[in-house]
Structure formats: C-alpha cells, structure tokens
C-alpha cells in the first residue's frame, strides 16, 4: 500500500524560511514523480514542485521558483522541499504526491492536478 507522509510545516514569517519533508513507500521511486502540491483558503489546488525524474529533473510553478528546492533522499526516501523567503500566498495546506512518470501531467503543471497517491497535507501559514 502506498504511503506519503508529510512532516515540517507550520508558521513563519513574512520572509522566513521552512523545510517540508515527504517520506514515501510502497512504490517505486523509478516510476512515480513525486512532489508537492498546495491549496489555499478559497482557491485551487495547484502544483509547487515536482522531481520528475531518477536523475533529479524537476518542475517548479513560476512563482516559487528561485526560493524553492525541491530534492530526493534516496537513503530516508524522502522528496523535502525547502521554501526561502516564505510570502503570506504561500499560505496553504501543502500535500505530497506521487504520479506514474510515464503519463506525468500534474506534476509538469497541466491541471487539474490529479496525481495517484496522495498524502494527508500539511499546513503552512505565513504572516507578515
């Protein structure tokens, strides 16, 4: 049975910092992008950053990217996800995802954002 677990959020401020950790099993990391997920109050779901391949190669929606990274532990198995120079719209409930990898849109950022296997969320609340 698949399992994404996610761990690390919670309130910062305006400009602050943040490191969300997913640690994933019963798939394989060979054939699932995996990656991170947000929604906000109001508003929908919507991809933050993926690791779309084996090698590494990631995806990051325009507005995060530069203060993202997104990274692969292949010792923990675990996709963190460490988030700079935090704004208050990066407030949201943010869940880790896992896709197949060879019919991969969610985590490329094609909508409506429908990976395979999710995990329960975490929230992240930034304040000015």
């Known amino acids: 049975e698949a399992q994404l677990v996610e761990s690390g959020g919670g309130s910062v401020q305006v400009g602050g910092s943040l490191r969300l950790s997913c640690a994933f099993s019963?798939?394989?990391?060979?054939?699932?992008?995996v990656g991170w997920f947000r929604q906000a109050p109001g508003k929908e779901r919507e991809v933050v950053s993926c690791v779309t391949n084996s090698d590494g190669g990631s995806y990051y929606r325009d507005s995060v990217r530069g203060r993202f990274t997104i990274s692969y532990n292949w010792r923990k198995k675990t996709v963190d996800l460490q988030m700079n120079s935090l704004r208050p719209d990066d407030t949201a409930v943010y869940y880790c995802?896992?896709?197949?990898?060879?019919?991969?849109?969610?985590?490329?950022?094609?909508?409506?954002?429908?990976?395979?296997?999710w995990g329960k969320g975490i929230l992240v609340t930034v304040s000015s």
């Open positions: 019963g798939f394989s990391f060979d054939d699932y992008a």
């Open positions: 995802a896992a896709e197949l990898r060879w019919r991969m849109s969610a985590c490329v950022g094609i909508p409506p954002y429908n990976a395979d296997y």
